[in-house]
């Protein structure tokens, strides 16, 4: 497989960016086969990040059902991921509703959410509005209990999701960031690339104030869980280190965990507050590159299928990020975790483009050993030199 680091390192050969395309939408096209158990879901609202909807709905509901937002990460699809994540087995499972948007290859052609453009990324704009009126179209179509609503992201989906947490965090009870990036990381094309290999380090003060701006929420904030893998070379690890940075801050919580646990065999660390209550909880999984991590076979909460980005690990990612929420409770009520919903905002018309982003390599696979992976020299220049390639920028 083609090494971003490495093609992007080589310059400015257009061919060598043409076959990486090339090869994002072969892996697009065929993640896409096969059957689903997803339904696509049509008038939803104004839709001005022009994206698609697609749900699930188990044959048996628990009481006060909750919904799942999913987002996807870049060359996957809805259906791809959820077989992979294995969420509509937990739905089945747990008597929960799934919402799981899809990128359209119209705005990214590799089918990356848009998270690091301004216009993608601003409450009651583009992507964020379309993912918030299609939770008003699932919360109203399923008799959903609003204090109940949750989202999870891989990538691309990780960063979404952290937008989508600080834009409209009156919505959700919680979300989890699968190998992401923090809220207002980057603005452009040339700023995802560089925080995705140079994660920018900001105060933990400068961070949480832009989750502030986003919205005039105030409280109470939703709860987050965090999974990176620490031989992550497509979204580095100290991403995670400053979503929990940013988090902390707004939850007024110390950077430095209440406890430290074990889980599966894997480091799990978590943030309680006076209360009690479990607010941010993080996993690092050891030597796992850029993906999903997934359980197989006997290990506790096992679903989903492997393949790429999608880790067996030996630890159920889905699984325990929905015991976090609080919905692994067949057929039950939950009562905790609830915050209120407010009106769904006005339509506003956006933009669209573009990032090319993940691409997996021979070194992205879980059972490799890994070593820090070293800052990427000249950044700047190596991103310009690719983007200039492409056509992208211009002297």
């Known amino acids: 497989m083609i090494n971003l680091r490495q093609a992007l ?12 395309l090339r090869l994002l939408e072969r892996r697009a096209t065929n993640a896409g086969h096969g059957s689903t158990r997803l339904r696509e879901i049509f ?25 799942v937002v999913v987002l996807h990460g870049c060359t996957q699809t809805a259906a791809a991921y959820d077989l992979g994540a294995g969420w509509s087995t937990l739905a089945d499972r747990y008597g929960f509703v799934l919402l799981l948007p899809e990128q359209q290859r119209s705005n990214n052609p590799n089918g990356c959410f848009n998270w690091f453009r301004p216009e993608q990324s601003r409450r009651g704009q583009g992507e964020p509005h379309s993912i918030r009126q299609m939770i008003e179209k699932s919360v109203v179509d399923h008799g959903i209990d609003r204090r109940r609503v949750f989202i999870t992201g891989l990538s691309a989906g990780g ?13 959700f009870a919680g979300g989890a960031i699968v190998a992401g990036l923090p809220y207002g990381a980057a603005g452009t094309v040339q700023e995802a690339f560089q925080s995705m290999y140079q994660s920018p380090s900001r105060s933990a003060s400068e961070w949480g104030d832009l989750v502030r701006k986003a919205s005039s929420h105030r409280g109470p904030w939703p709860r987050v869980s965090v999974w990176h893998g620490d031989a992550d070379k497509t979204v580095i690890p100290s991403n995670a280190q400053e979503i929990l940075k940013q988090w902390t801050e707004v939850h007024g919580l110390p950077l430095s965990a209440s406890a430290t646990t074990r889980v599966d065999g894997f480091p799990r660390d978590v943030w309680i507050n006076d209360a009690g209550d479990e607010l941010i909880e993080a996993y690092t999984i050891p030597n796992m590159a850029h993906g999903t991590p997934l359980a197989i076979g006997e290990a506790e909460g096992a679903c989903g299928v492997p393949g790429p980005f999608l880790l067996p690990v030996g630890i159920s990612s889905s699984y325990h990020i929905a015991k976090f929420f609080g919905i692994a409770v067949a057929r039950a009520s939950v009562e905790k975790n609830i915050v209120k919903l407010s009106p769904a905002p006005h339509p506003f018309q956006a933009a669209d483009p573009v990032l090319e982003g993940e691409i997996l390599d021979k070194d992205d696979e879980p059972t490799r050993q890994h070593g820090p992976t070293p800052p990427l020299p000249e950044i700047g220049a190596i991103i310009n030199n690719a983007l200039r390639a492409a056509g992208l920028i211009r002297d």
Do not use: Q
């Not at 022009?50 to 006060?64: E, H, K, Q, T, V």
């Not at 979404?160 to 600080?166: D, E, K, P, R, V």
């Open 9 to 20: 390192g080589r310059g400015s050969g257009r061919g060598v960016w043409h076959k990486f």
């Open 43 to 67: 008038d939803f609202g104004s839709n001005p990040g022009n994206l698609r909807m697609f749900g699930y709905r188990p044959s048996i509901l628990a009481d006060n059902p909750a919904l």
């Open 159 to 171: 960063a979404m999701t952290s937008n989508m947490l600080a834009c409209y965090p009156e919505v």
